[in-house]
T-cell receptor
Framework: NAGVTQTPKFRVLKTGQSMTLLCAQDMNHEYMYWYRQDPGMGLRLIHYSVGEGTTAKGEVPDGYNVSRLKKQNFLLGLESAAPSQTSVYFC??????????????FGEGSRLTVL | GQNIDQPTEMTATEGAIVQINCTYQTSGFNGLFWYQQHAGEAPTFLSYNVLDGLEEKGRFSSFLSRSKGYSYLLLKELQMKDSASYLCAVSDSNYQLIWGAGTKLIIKP
C-alpha cells in the first residue's frame, strides 16, 4: 500500500534551473496539495487541486506551477529556481467528506536545495 | 487574519504527562487536527476534534473549546519515541487547513 509517493526525495539545483516534483497517490483521493515547510514556520500551501484538470493557488504560489492531468498525479514545477525556494516540499492528498473531514495523507517529502 | 499559536518547544521526562496548547483565530471553523512529525519525516494524523470536549485515543487525548478558540494535546506515559514535533491545524470556512508552526517536544530519560 504505497499511499502518497513523491519523487525525487532529494535534489540540488543551481539558481535559474528548472525542475519538476512528481506526486502520485493510489487512494483515489479527489484533493491534492503541495506544501513547503521551512524551519520555524508552519506548513504553507503552494497550490492545490480539487479534481482532475483543476488547480488553484494557495498561500505562496509565486515561482511555482502545477498540473493535474490525471487524478492520481499532481506535478509541481519550478521554472527558474531561486535560493528562496530551498525547502522541504510535501505533497498530500485527501478525500472530501471522510471520517475526519479534511484529514491529509502526506508523502515522505522532497528536500530541495537551490545554490 | 488567520493565526494559529502553539509553543515552539517543550521538554518533558519519560513516563510523565505533557500538555501542548494551541490557540487559533480563523475565518470559520470546520475542525481542528493534531499531527505528529518526527524529524526528517512526513506529518502523520493523530486526532481530529470538531465538537467541544475531549477525544481519547490510547495515550493521546485532544481537547477542544470552540468558544475559547483553544485546543490541547495531552500525552500520557511519555516514551522516548514521542520526541517529535506536534502540529496543530484548523480547517477554516473553505475547508483549507491553517497550520501552526509546530511544537518540538523533547523527552528526557
Amino acid at each position: 500500500n504505497a499511499g502518497v509517493t513523491q519523487t525525487p526525495k532529494f535534489r540540488v539545483l543551481k539558481t535559474g534551473q528548472s525542475m519538476t516534483l512528481l506526486c502520485a497517490q493510489d487512494m483515489n483521493h479527489e484533493y491534492m496539495y503541495w506544501y513547503r515547510q521551512d524551519p520555524g514556520m508552519g506548513l504553507r500551501l503552494i497550490h492545490y487541486s480539487v479534481g482532475e484538470g483543476t488547480t488553484a493557488k494557495g498561500e505562496v504560489p509565486d515561482g511555482y506551477n502545477v498540473s493535474r492531468l490525471k487524478k492520481q498525479n499532481f506535478l509541481l514545477g519550478l521554472e527558474s529556481a531561486a535560493p528562496s525556494q530551498t525547502s522541504v516540499y510535501f505533497c498530500a492528498s485527501s478525500s472530501p467528506g471522510g471520517a475526519h473531514s479534511g484529514e491529509l495523507f502526506f508523502g515522505e517529502g522532497s528536500r530541495l536545495t537551490v545554490l | 487574519g488567520q493565526n494559529i499559536d502553539q509553543p515552539t518547544e517543550m521538554t518533558a521526562t519519560e513516563g510523565a504527562i505533557v500538555q501542548i496548547n494551541c490557540t487559533y483565530q480563523t475565518s470559520g471553523f470546520n475542525g481542528l487536527f493534531w499531527y505528529q512529525q518526527h524529524a526528517g519525516e512526513a506529518p502523520t494524523f493523530l486526532s481530529y476534534n470538531v465538537l467541544d470536549g475531549l477525544e481519547e485515543k490510547g495515550r493521546f487525548s485532544s481537547f477542544l473549546s470552540r468558544s475559547k478558540g483553544y485546543s490541547y494535546l495531552l500525552l500520557k506515559e511519555l516514551q522516548m519515541k514521542d520526541s517529535a514535533s506536534y502540529l496543530c491545524a484548523v480547517s477554516d470556512s473553505n475547508y483549507q487547513l491553517i497550520w501552526g508552526a509546530g511544537t518540538k517536544l523533547i523527552i528526557k530519560p
